[in-house]
RNA sequence: GCGCCUGUAGCUCAGCUGGAUAGAGCAACGGACUUCUAAUCCGUAGGUCGCAGGUUCGAAUCCUGCCAGGCGUACCA
């Protein structure tokens, strides 16, 4: 509908240039908004007071050449004419627009034949992009701050998909390197422990229980005599297995939590490959990257970095840092035009240098992007709960899926903004009330589609699902023309999703969304005595409906049937 | 010290590519079920938008400087 408006002030602002009326043809940047008072009208432009340079005349007087210029319009295009009721000069020099209620109407239908593709948009122009996330080390399970940052990964993927981009979603498996091998040294010494040796834990070791029950299940596959064996060999079978079996724990729970991805990269995989050492040939050729100290540096401080930053260690060990350029080198090898990683915020120090090595290898920096997301404060009762990860105590995903369930767990982490950090209350979450956001929305796809089937039942409709909307003209109470124009927004809302890759938008659009319906519903039937009208109702509820779930699968929140 | 994020109603937060009287939920108080699900709705009350300057016709929104909180500042991951 807005672009609707915007066309009319273009023509509006040609006309007055051809018939001499505005002596510039120069458009300045305008707004056309939705004033949030409706005396105000439907929608409403600034285009006067930002043009009162260019024209050289005062806001009002631009805005009364305006009205006059489209109501001449209006008496040339019949679509224009169906479309405005008046047109008004407001405050400094608002021109505003009333639309009339049929303007409206025609939305319903669109959503109505559009069905699961209402609110898609074509803005991604199919471009190629990879939302990387979670990629948790595989040496134990996922925790609170892992869940959040894969239902914001998995939700951004989703609306960039359906914004019309082409997107991959990606998990990096961290299996090389030190933490592997402190997770096969820390099976070995349980294993040690259970088999009767007095060994003191060290302190850098992982604590878990899960630790010792890897080291049962080894002990039990392998026999007694395992222990006696070679000790660098048991190690790294410790190692291999238990990385293993907490991967498989990992993809076990996302899936749980709804979560699935399109690829799972393996870090071993570039080392294996050649890649990291080609990446540091290509940089070192190129002298971003010098020996110092019997290290090897890459230069990130010509990229804005605060320090130059070692990749191979005087040691000869590569560092994480190594292996993520080449990681990063490669997604673009693979045709990415852009690439977005979603990080705990305790790693922000880290976007600097992947950046630097972005740019240095001639990609622009606008085509690596990093969400980061806030930490997570896990609450029960509203009393923090504490989490002590040195004893490896600690909240695991799989424990709050279990006890709220996936849909409000995923809900709640998306109510916020990641910008902020969240608060996470587990009897909160749990509850079947209006504290928890996640039925009120789920509530309204329920009881919709309870009022469809009653419908069917008295055979006003022959299925509760139709694509075309009837008597639409005798929508016509302020509650459903403010209904519909929610319906309307929700395609600006997936696109400004998309844009500032922030899915809270959604979140945020749904509860207008779904308040704007519970009011309806308490003031209005949809089913009564006069059949045309109930035709209509069931029309725009269903549109609700449609919406509803669309918006919900962005968030992969599932839209119940009944509850 | 430096970097990133945050500061809006008692609480949790939207609004931040500048617009006309700053919103929602919770908590508080008062109402609405003979009805298509009350997991709902309606009403009342509640605010120096951290502080101070600046830009602008217009600032919660942009700029600068302070103040407060969180996180980070390794040849760790």
Same mark, same amino acid.
């Given at each position: 509908m807005k672009h609707k408006i915007r066309k009319i002030v273009l023509d509006a602002a040609q006309k007055g240039f051809e018939n001499g009326?505005?002596?510039?043809?120069q458009i300045p940047e305008m707004e056309i908004e939705e004033p949030r008072i409706s005396s105000h009208g439907d929608f409403s432009t600034n285009f006067a007071m930002v043009s009162a340079g260019i024209q050289k005349m005062p806001p009002r007087k631009i805005a009364q050449t305006m009205v006059q210029l489209i109501e001449t319009l209006g008496k040339t295009s019949e679509e224009t004419a169906s479309l405005i009721e008046k047109v008004e000069i407001a405050g400094p020099g608002f021109i505003n627009f009333f639309l009339s209620k049929e303007a409206w109407h025609p939305v319903v239908d669109r959503i109505l034949e559009q069905d699961k593709k209402y609110g898609a948009s074509d803005m991604g122009k199919n471009e190629k992009v990879q939302v990387e996330f979670v990629s948790a080390n595989p040496t134990g399970p996922l925790h609170v701050g892992h869940g959040r940052g894969a239902a914001v990964g998995d939700s951004v993927g989703n609306i960039l998909g359906f914004a019309g981009f082409d997107v991959q979603k990606e998990y990096y498996i961290n299996d090389s390197g030190r933490q592997i091998r402190t997770l096969g040294t820390s099976v070995w010494l349980r294993l040690l422990q259970k088999s009767g040796k007095e060994i003191e834990f060290p302190d850098d070791c992982y604590k878990g229980d899960y630790i010792k029950e890897l080291a049962c299940e080894i002990l039990e596959k392998e026999g007694k005599g395992f222990v006696q064996g070679d000790e660098k060999e048991a190690i790294a079978l410790c190692a291999k297995f238990a990385a293993k079996k907490i991967l498989k724990g990992i993809k076990e729970d996302l899936s749980s939590f709804g979560v699935t991805f399109d690829q799972w990269f393996s870090e071993q995989s570039l080392y294996d490959s050649g890649r990291v050492q080609k990446a540091i040939d290509d940089f070192t050729s190129k002298d971003l990257i010098y020996k110092e100290d019997g290290a090897l540096w890459f230069r990130t401080q010509d990229f804005g970095d605060e320090k130059n930053r070692v990749v191979v260690r005087n040691n000869g060990l590569t560092t994480y840092f190594a292996s993520d350029i080449a990681y990063h080198m490669e997604k673009y090898d693979r045709g990415f035009d852009k690439v977005i990683d979603v990080w705990g915020? %305790? =790693? =922000?120090? @880290?976007i600097k240098r992947i950046d630097a090595s972005v740019v240095a290898q001639g990609k622009k920096s606008s085509q690596f992007e990093v969400i980061l997301v806030q930490l997570v404060n896990l609450l029960r009762g509203g009393k923090p709960f504490q989490m002590s990860t040195r004893a490896g105590e600690f909240v695991t995903l799989k424990d709050i899926v279990d006890e709220v369930g996936k849909d409000a767990a995923r809900f709640m982490f998306l109510s916020?903004? @990641? %910008?902020s950090g969240l608060d996470f209350d587990l009897e909160l979450a749990k509850q079947k009330n209006s504290n928890n956001p996640v039925y009120y929305v789920q509530y309204v796809h329920a009881r919709i589609t309870g009022i469809l089937l009653k419908a069917k039942q008295e055979n006003i409709i022959q299925s509760i699902d139709f694509n075309k909307g009837k008597n639409?003209?005798?929508?016509?109470t302020v509650e459903e023309i403010n209904l519909i124009k929610i319906l309307d927004t929700f395609k600006a809302n997936v696109e400004k999703s998309a844009q500032t890759l922030h899915p809270h938008i959604i979140f945020t659009y749904l509860m207008t969304l779904a308040s704007a319906f519970h009011g309806y519903y308490n003031k209005h039937k949809v089913i009564t005595e006069n059949r045309r009208q109930t035709l209509a109702r069931l029309s725009l509820v269903l549109g609700v409906k449609k919406v509803i779930r669309n918006g919900l699968a962005l968030l992969g929140v599932n839209a119940p049937e009944r509850m």
């Open positions: 009326v505005l002596p510039s043809s915020a %305790d =790693h =922000h120090g @880290y916020r903004s @990641y %910008d639409l003209n005798l929508l016509t």
